[in-house]
Every structure is written in structure tokens, then in C-alpha cells.
């Protein structure tokens, strides 16, 4: 196989949108293992409840809220 063959599917890869969608993935993980250490007073301080922030710390990384989207940014 050629490198030019190789080239356009790395080209691809490297591009910067697939890494901007990894970083904000990594940005939101972090978000949820923060939010899973706060305090009760802290939640409500920011309007939600324990219930609230273990379902949301229990979502798995890649079920992103919507306004997260690309295509919505």
C-alpha cells in the first residue's frame, strides 16, 4: 500500500474536530467525578438534589446532553 493511500484516512484521524469531540468527553467525565464529590449544600446551591447528581454521574460519558452536540455549537 502507498503512503498516499495511508495519508487520507490519518488525515481524518487527526483532523480537529474528532479531537475536540475527545476533549470535551474527557471535559465532561471530569465534570461528572467532580460533581459525584460535592457536598449536599453545594448541590443545593446549584439547584439539584443527590438523587439528581448520582443520575447523572451514573450516565455513561459518551451520553452527552444535547447542547454538547457539534452540531449545536
Same mark, same amino acid.
Given at each position: 500500500?502507498?503512503?498516499?493511500?495511508?495519508?487520507?484516512? =490519518?488525515?481524518?484521524? =487527526?483532523?480537529? @474536530?474528532?479531537?475536540? +469531540? =475527545?476533549? #470535551? %468527553?474527557?471535559?465532561?467525565? @471530569?465534570?461528572? @467525578?467532580? %460533581?459525584?464529590? =460535592? &457536598? &449536599? /449544600?453545594?448541590?443545593? &446551591?446549584? +439547584?439539584?438534589?443527590?438523587? *439528581?447528581?448520582?443520575? *447523572?454521574?451514573?450516565?455513561?460519558?459518551?451520553?452527552?446532553?444535547? /447542547?454538547? /452536540? #457539534? &452540531?449545536?455549537?
Amino acid at each position: 500500500m502507498s503512503a498516499k493511500a495511508l495519508s487520507i484516512p =490519518l488525515i481524518r484521524l =487527526l483532523s480537529p @474536530r474528532p479531537v475536540a +469531540g =475527545l476533549w #470535551r %468527553l474527557i471535559a465532561l467525565s @471530569r465534570s461528572r @467525578r467532580h %460533581l459525584a464529590r =460535592l &457536598d &449536599d /449544600h453545594l448541590l443545593r &446551591d446549584i +439547584g439539584l438534589s443527590r438523587a *439528581e447528581a448520582e443520575a *447523572e454521574v451514573a450516565r455513561p460519558v459518551w451520553d452527552a446532553p444535547p /447542547h454538547w /452536540h #457539534r &452540531d449545536n455549537v
